[in-house]
């Protein structure tokens, strides 16, 4: 069982950056293509970006040009830099294969606000 653990949240002013790293157990990890979620109150889980095992990537239109998204196979690690956050892009941030087939993990706050 591949279990998630997300980090690297916090409070930050509008305009500023912050990155977000995830780490998963399990060398399955390696195969998959990975993303990011966030669930804002109120609102439904949407899917922010992903990365395939050779790099490929794709981003929502809202974070196009702001958020990068990155791997590193060999720590199991995914990361997502984000700059010039805006308010709305507070909420909970979580990281899974792009088939959302594993477990969830509890998420890392982002919260926007000056």
């Known amino acids: 069982q591949v279990q998630l653990v997300e980090s690297g949240g916090g409070l930050v002013q509008p305009g500023g950056s912050l990155r977000l790293s995830c780490g998963a157990s399990?060398?399955?990890?390696?195969?998959?293509?990975m993303g990011w979620y966030r669930q804002a109150p109120g609102k439904q889980r949407e899917l922010v970006a992903t990365?395939?095992?050779?790099?490929?990537?794709m981003y929502a239109d809202s974070v196009k040009g702001r958020f990068t998204i990155s791997r590193d196979n060999a720590k199991n690690t995914v990361y997502l830099q984000m700059n010039s956050l805006k308010p709305e892009d507070t909420a909970v941030y979580y990281c899974?294969?792009?088939?959302?087939?594993?477990?969830w993990g509890q998420g890392t706050q982002v919260t926007v606000s000056s």
């Open positions: 399990g060398n399955i990890f390696r195969i998959k293509t």
């Open positions: 899974n294969s792009d088939k959302q087939d594993l477990y």
């Open positions: 990365i395939t095992n050779g790099g490929s990537t």
